[in-house]
T-cell receptor
Framework: KAGVTQTPRYLIKTRGQQVTLSCSPI?????VSWYQQTPGQGLQFLFE???????NKGNFPGRFSGRQFSNSRSEMNVSTLELGDSALYLC???????????????FGPGTRLTVT | GENVGLHLPTLSVQEGDNSIINCAYS??????FIWYKQESGKGPQFIID?????DKRQGQRVTVLLNKTVKHLSLQIAATQPGDSAVYFC????????????FGTGTRLTVIP
C-alpha cells in the first residue's frame, strides 16, 4: 500500500496570506489527523476528521481549519498567516477508531511551511 | 531537524548495546500509547503501541513497558544499530475512539559506531 502523501512538501508564504495543505491517507483509512511541529512547541494536535466530520480539535485558533472529502482526502487551511505559523505540518491516517478505541496512526512526510 | 529548539533529553549508546528510552505521561485516563521514531526531514514512523490493559508488548528488537501506577512508559531497543539514531517520541491517547495523540518532547538517540 502507498503511504500517506502530503502536498506540497515545501511552501513559502508571507504574513497575512492564507495557505491550503493537502493530505491523501493510506487507502482504506477513514481517519485523518493533522499536527503542527515546531522547535519550540514540539508536536501538537490540530484536529481529526473521520467520515468527513471533524471529530476532535486541539487548542488552535480559528484561523486553522480543515475538511475531509468523501474519498478521505483532507485539506487544512490557515488564514491570515503569522510568522509563528512557520512549522512542519504533519498529516496522519488511521483505519478509524470508535468502539475499539484509537488505532495506530501513520504519518506523512509533512509540509514545511515558512512564513516571512 | 524539527526539534532543534527543544531541550531534548539525549541518549548516546554504543552500537550493539541495548537502549532504554523513558517517557512519563500525565493523563491517568489515557488508554493507548505509541512510540514513534522520527529521522531528520521525515515524518514520525510508527514503532510499537500498547493498550492500557497490557504492561508489556514486544516487537522486532523493541519492547514497550507500561507502568500505569507511576504513569511511565519505556521503549527498549535491543542490539542498537546506527540506523536507530533518531528522535523518539512517546504519545498517548484517551479512550475516546478519536485519534488525537498527545506527544512527549522526545528523546534524541545517538548510536556510536
Amino acid at each position: 500500500k502507498a503511504g500517506v502523501t502530503q502536498t506540497p512538501r515545501y511552501l513559502i508564504k508571507t504574513r497575512g496570506q492564507q495557505v491550503t495543505l493537502s493530505c491523501s491517507p493510506i487507502s482504506g483509512h477513514r481517519s485523518v489527523s493533522w499536527y503542527q511541529q515546531t522547535p519550540g512547541q514540539g508536536l501538537q494536535f490540530l484536529f481529526e476528521y473521520f467520515s468527513e466530520t471533524q471529530r476532535n480539535k486541539g487548542n488552535f485558533p480559528g484561523r486553522f481549519s480543515g475538511r475531509q472529502f468523501s474519498n478521505s482526502r483532507s485539506e487544512m487551511n490557515v488564514s491570515t498567516l503569522e510568522l509563528g505559523d512557520s512549522a512542519l505540518y504533519l498529516c496522519a491516517s488511521s483505519p478509524g477508531g470508535g468502539l475499539y478505541g484509537s488505532y495506530e496512526q501513520y504519518f506523512g512526510p509533512g509540509t514545511r511551511l515558512t512564513v516571512t | 531537524g524539527e526539534n532543534v529548539g527543544l531541550h531534548l533529553p539525549t541518549l548516546s549508546v554504543q552500537e550493539g548495546d541495548n537502549s532504554i528510552i523513558n517517557c512519563a505521561y500525565s493523563n491517568s485516563a489515557s488508554d493507548y500509547f505509541i512510540w514513534y521514531k522520527q529521522e531528520s526531514g521525515k515524518g514520525p514512523q510508527f514503532i510499537i503501541d500498547i493498550r492500557s490493559n497490557m504492561d508489556k508488548r514486544q516487537g522486532q528488537r523493541v519492547t514497550v513497558l507500561l507502568n500505569k501506577t507511576v504513569k511511565h512508559l519505556s521503549l527498549q531497543i535491543a542490539a542498537t544499530q546506527p540506523g536507530d539514531s533518531a528522535v523518539y517520541f512517546c504519545a498517548e491517547s484517551g479512550w475516546s475512539g478519536a485519534n488525537n495523540l498527545f506527544f512527549g518532547t522526545g528523546t534524541r538517540l545517538t548510536v556510536i559506531p
